[in-house]
C-alpha cells in the first residue's frame, strides 16, 4: 500500500535553516502538502505543490518536489522558537483521501 | 472566525462505556472527516461524510460509528471503547472532495480510556 516516511526528529539552533525530508510512494499524487501540529493542537495547513512544480516559495518556507525520487522537502529559513511543533507530508491519492507521514518533530535550541 | 471546533478538550472514559465526541464547523463546508492519531504516528482516517452521505473506510472497527445531523455537526461514538482506543480525535472538514481540497482540523479530543 501507499507509505510516507519522514525522520522523527529533527534539532536546530534558532535562526538557522531547517530541512525537513519525506518520501512517498503513490507517483499518481497530484499534490503534497505539508502541515504543522503544535502541542495539543490540530494540524494547520503551511504550503502544498502541485504535482507539475519543482519548487515553491512562501515567505520562509521553501518546497522542493523530486518526482523522480519521489522526494518532498520542506525548508524553513531563518527559523524560530515558535517553529517548533510536528511536520507532517500528506500526499492527495485523489478526492478525499489523505495519506499522512509519520511527522517530524522540530525542536528549536535558543 | 470560521472555524472547526471538538469538544471536549479532553475525554476521560471507562473500559467498555459508550462515549461520544463531538465536532461543529462555521465554515460551511460539505464534508467533514474524523481521524484517530495515535502517539508518534500519523492521523489515520476513520470516515468521512459528504453532506449526508457516510463513508467508511474499510479497516475501520464497528465499535467506531458516526453520526452527522446537519451541515454543522458531526459525532464520533466508540460503543465500547477498549484500551487501544485511546488516543487524539481529529475532526477535519474540506469544501470538497476533489483533488487539492486542502483540510481544516480542529485542535482534537484527547481520549483516554481507563
Known amino acids: 500500500g501507499e507509505d510516507v516516511e519522514q525522520s522523527l526528529f529533527l534539532s536546530v539552533r534558532e535562526g538557522d535553516s531547517s530541512v525537513i525530508n519525506c518520501t512517498y510512494t503513490?507517483?499518481?499524487?497530484?499534490?503534497l502538502y505539508w502541515y504543522k501540529q503544535e502541542p495539543g493542537a490540530g494540524l494547520q495547513l503551511l504550503t502544498y505543490i502541485f504535482s507539475n512544480m519543482d519548487m515553491k516559495q512562501d515567505q520562509r518556507l521553501t518546497v522542493l518536489l523530486n518526482k523522480k525520487d519521489k522526494h518532498l522537502s520542506l525548508r524553513i529559513a531563518d527559523t524560530q522558537t515558535g517553529d517548533s511543533a510536528i511536520y507532517f507530508c500528506?500526499?492527495?491519492?485523489?478526492?478525499?483521501?489523505?495519506?499522512f507521514g509519520t511527522g517530524t518533530r522540530l525542536k528549536v535550541l535558543a | 472566525d470560521a472555524m472547526v471546533i471538538q469538544n471536549p478538550r479532553y475525554q476521560v472514559t471507562q473500559f467498555g462505556k459508550p462515549v461520544t465526541l463531538s465536532c461543529s464547523q462555521t465554515?460551511?463546508?460539505?464534508?467533514m472527516y474524523w481521524y484517530q492519531q495515535k502517539s508518534s504516528q500519523a492521523p489515520k482516517l476513520l470516515f468521512h461524510?459528504?453532506?449526508?452521505?457516510?463513508?467508511n473506510e474499510a479497516d475501520t472497527p464497528d465499535n467506531f460509528q458516526s453520526r452527522r445531523p446537519n451541515t454543522s455537526f458531526c459525532f464520533l461514538d466508540i460503543r465500547s471503547p477498549g484500551l487501544g482506543d485511546a488516543a487524539m480525535y481529529l475532526c477535519?472538514?474540506?469544501?470538497?472532495?476533489?483533488?487539492?481540497?486542502?483540510?481544516?482540523f480542529g485542535s482534537g479530543t484527547q481520549l483516554s480510556v481507563l
Open positions: 465554515l460551511n463546508h460539505n464534508v
Open positions: 503513490d507517483s499518481s499524487s497530484t499534490y
Open positions: 461524510y459528504y453532506d449526508k452521505d457516510f463513508n
Open positions: 477535519a472538514t474540506s469544501r470538497g472532495a476533489t483533488t487539492n481540497e486542502k483540510l481544516f
Open positions: 500528506a500526499e492527495n491519492e485523489g478526492t478525499y483521501k489523505y495519506i
